[in-house]
């Protein structure tokens, strides 16, 4: 997976739902399911030039927001901090404890 293709798909996971119903349909086309342009125009009944352009206008939103939050990032970062965490100590507890923080994380907080 390209790193754009990457970049966007995390961005969808964390700020997909501010987009319409339509945005979020035509992204999960393009970014997750690897329709072409043509392909979900006549998925969707409507022009090419509309995908594009609701591709590109969801991508700049969706970037807008990462610029502004910064969640995407910030996840990434305690990702990297939870794997160096768990690599620098054997103990079964700790790594429990980490699981479970990241699990937290991916779960939308919810954590028993």
């Given amino acids: 997976m390209s790193d754009d293709l990457f970049l966007m798909n995390s961005l969808l996971d964390f700020y997909g739902s501010l987009l319409t119903d339509k945005q979020q349909e035509i992204c999960t086309y393009y970014y997750r399911e690897d329709m072409s342009l043509q392909e979900i125009a006549e998925e969707m009944n409507i022009s090419r030039s509309a995908v594009h352009d609701t591709v590109r206008r969801c991508r700049d939103e969706l970037m807008n927001y990462e610029k502004k939050l910064g969640m995407a990032k910030g996840f990434e970062t305690r990702r990297k ?10 103990d079964p507890v700790i790594h429990d404890l980490v699981d479970r923080c990241l699990n937290s994380e991916t779960e939308g907080g919810q954590n028993e």
Wanted: net charge neutral; no cysteine; charged share 20%.
């Fill in 81 to 90: 901090l939870y794997a160096e965490i768990k690599s620098s100590t054997p």
